[in-house]
């Protein structure tokens, strides 16, 4: 059984910084693309940043500049710096990782974690 599990959230004043952290457990064979969303009270869950297994980054344009995603390959964790933080951003906060498993025959899917929220305060 594959999970993802966020921490890191937290509530922040605008200007400031969190990291975020998500890892991947369980057994699985290998890690492919990993990526960041949020959702807002009553809006659509939005993109925020994916990243390849070789590191090639991809920002929606409200964060470009303000936040970096990384990933620990030999950790399978995930991370979100977000700087300048602003009151839009805030929102929870889900990883997702598409993960490739064996059961018999190799599969791949997308899982998500449970989301960790980021609250900014103006």
């Known amino acids: 059984q594959v999970q993802l599990v966020e921490s890191g959230g937290d509530l922040v004043q605008a200007g400031g910084s969190l990291r975020l952290s998500c890892a991947a457990s369980?057994?699985?064979?290998?890690?492919?693309?990993m990526g960041w969303y949020r959702q807002a009270p009553g809006k659509q869950r939005e993109l925020v940043a994916t990243i390849t297994s070789g590191g090639s980054a991809n920002y929606a344009d409200s964060v470009k500049g303000r936040f970096t995603i990384s990933r620990d390959n030999a950790k399978n964790t995930l991370y979100l710096e977000m700087n300048s933080l602003k009151p839009q951003d805030t929102a929870v906060y889900y990883c997702t990782a598409v993960i490739r498993i064996f059961t018999g025959r190799f599969k791949e899917d997308a899982y998500w974690g449970q989301g960790t929220q980021v609250t900014v305060s103006s």
């Open positions: 369980g057994s699985f064979v290998s890690i492919n693309t």
